[in-house]
């Protein structure tokens, strides 16, 4: 559609040339009748650009690879363009009223192949602006959803029970233990400060990621006591690994908040990483009451998926889902990469 | 006169603090829970002039332990909370005692005056349970209690699969087990989130997270399949509205 207007545009833009030529070779022609052969012209070309645009996306030129790509196009060229001269040599006289129907004349052959080569470069240079703006909108994508996860982590930083029950912790360790409080203190500004820092970071390594699960780890174990207990066991071979990130975070807490503060006596929060194959595999399980069958899934984990999603389309995954022996655990898969590595 | 103290707390630093800074009051802390259940048990036992009752607990929280205590017989109620916008409401309207933690020692002195100054512990007693059902009123219910001759305890609503009407009594089926509470299914109805469970016949509700299918049965009615292998009857009215809340 778009291609016919741009062609009859063409072919109005051509029509004094048209006339022009008949003028100087002697046979002046009616505006109408020369807009009429510049309109043939170019329409034929309307018709035969979806074959060219086949040909183009089936054998698209790139830096790597244009010896293929030159052989098609070449012999599809004169192909296309000699067949369009045929047509055109077949019909322009029915308009001019004079003539006769071919042999045609293979002297806009040049032209002709121009012509070709020109709706093969449009082509791509639509395809490359297409490819360029789903990258832009990955990255704003990307980026959307980081500042959602950043907000998710603030809110759970500054979630009333969590703040407060904080606070509260301090004020209470503040006489008999001093030492405590100071450390709670600490821990807390650094939850907090992390998170701003991560505003515009959008992948971690994951040794970071744990130092940040770790400061809100602290925190809980001071306030739930012997009630909470955490084991974190990470093989070295990924604690480089590029993760996103505040990704662990939500999945921490959630582990927390139904295995240990839903619960009366101690509860267990495991967190694990290694490497399967070319794939950073960490999980995250607790030992809190079974989950139901079906489970709602919160807006926290929605915004896990989509953003491997977004990261790494069906190369990550993330599941979540009960335990054999009780409890609840979510796994995450990333395919493995550091800083400095191209992905 | 000392106050001889019941401390209720999951969190084991806020039971120590409350603990300390009331030994520098005039009030002897007799005990410690960190649950619901030893609260009650406490209480039974110990009989408290007061207990400072932390509001968010695992298991049952410090409202469960109210609805669990006799009317008649009650010590005095402090609440204690780090946040919760709907029990402040409800406090102040019912002119019922909270502490916000943090809270620092003069707030806390002041909660001792009052109590002091208390004459009438019967109507206390009766606005504190005023105060914890206005509360329940305004957000859909989160557990249920299930009084036993045994013990007490609550179980999620998340964990029903569905609730059917047994006599006097509703059954609420939680995967193999089936808890007994002395209730209606009108007024666990108006409690329940609508968005949750669905009353598909006159005497049973179903958790709309468990049904697999509806399938079309006889005389316009659907028989509606669990994942837990349980089938229930539903009339067309009732089968609308279940197929609504599961699309929404």
């Known amino acids: ?343 | 006169m000392t106050l001889r103290a019941l401390v209720v707390d999951d969190e084991p630093v806020a039971r120590r603090r409350l603990k300390t800074l009331l030994e520098g009051e005039k009030a002897e802390v007799i005990g410690e829970c960190e649950t619901g259940e030893q609260a009650i048990e406490a209480i039974e036992r110990l009989r408290p002039d007061v207990v400072f009752l932390d509001v968010q607990m695992p298991g049952l929280d410090g409202f469960d332990v109210v609805d669990a205590l006799e009317p008649g017989r009650h010590p005095d109620i402090v609440f204690v909370t780090a946040y919760d916008r709907y029990a402040v409401r409800a406090f102040d309207v019912h002119a019922v005692d909270y502490l916000l933690k943090p809270f620092e020692r003069g707030r806390l002195r002041q909660a001792l005056e009052r109590l002091a100054a208390r004459s009438d512990t019967r109507e206390a007693g009766r606005r504190i349970h005023a105060a914890v059902d206005s509360v329940r009123a305004q957000q859909p219910l989160r557990r249920v209690l299930i009084k036993t001759s045994g013990r007490i305890y609550a179980v999620r609503v998340e964990d029903i699969d569905y609730l059917q009407v047994a006599g006097h009594y509703l059954e609420l089926h939680t995967g193999a087990t089936t808890h007994l509470v002395r209730d209606t299914i009108g007024s666990m109805e108006a409690r329940l989130d609508p968005s949750r469970f669905v009353r598909i016949h006159r005497s049973v509700m179903v958790n709309i997270d468990r049904v697999r299918e509806l399938q079309p049965a006889f005389h316009g009615e659907f028989v509606v399949s669990l994942h837990t292998g349980h089938r229930l009857r539903c009339s067309r009215t009732c089968s609308e509205r279940l197929t609504k809340a599961m699309g929404s």
Not at chain 1, 107 to 133: F, P, Q, S
Not at chain 1, 213 to 232: K, N, P, W
Not at chain 1, 284 to 309: H, K
């Open chain 1, 1 to 343: 559609m778009v291609a016919s207007g741009c062609f009859t545009a063409l072919a109005l833009l051509f029509t004094s040339q048209v006339w022009i030529d008949y003028a100087y070779a002697g046979r002046p022609l009616s505006w109408g009748r020369a807009f009429l052969v510049a309109l043939v012209d170019w329409e034929l070309w309307a018709i035969a650009t979806p074959p060219v645009a086949w040909l183009s996306t089936r054998f698209p030129f790139s830096p790597a690879r244009w010896g293929v790509p030159l052989a098609i196009h070449l012999p599809a060229g004169i192909a296309l363009g000699g067949l369009k001269l045929f047509l055109e040599a077949m019909l322009t006289p029915l308009i001019v009223g004079y003539g006769r129907p071919g042999p045609f004349s293979f002297l806009k052959i040049h032209l002709t192949l121009l012509t070709y080569w020109g709706i093969v470069a449009a082509i791509h240079v639509a395809r490359y602006y297409r490819v360029a703006r789903a990258r832009e909108l990955r990255a704003a994508q990307l980026e959307m959803e980081l500042a959602r996860a950043q907000v998710e982590a603030l809110k759970m930083q500054l979630h009333p029970h969590f703040l407060f029950n904080t606070l509260n912790t301090i004020a209470g360790l503040m006489r008999d233990d001093p030492d405590g409080a100071e450390l709670m203190l600490a821990k807390l500004a650094e939850l907090l400060r992390r998170t701003f820092e991560t505003a515009d970071v959008q992948e971690l390594p994951l040794d970071r990621e744990l130092e940040f699960i770790e400061a809100y780890l602290t925190i809980q174990r001071l306030r739930y006591g012997e009630r909470l207990r955490v084991s974190i066991d990470v093989s070295d071979a990924v604690r480089r690994a590029l993760v996103p990130s505040l990704i662990l975070q939500p999945l921490v807490e959630n582990a927390i908040r139904h295995g240990v503060a839903e619960k009366p006596g101690p509860g267990r929060v495991e967190i694990g990483a290694r490497l399967e194959d070319t794939d950073v595999v960490i999980t995250i399980a607790n030992d809190g009451p079974t989950l139901p069958v079906t489970i709602r899934e919160g807006y926290g984990l929605r915004n896990i998926r989509s953003r491997l999603l977004a990261f790494y389309g069906d190369r990550g995954s993330f599941a979540f889902g009960p335990q054999l022996a009780g409890g609840a655990v979510a796994t995450l898969r990333v395919p493995f990469s550091t800083a400095g590595a191209a992905r």
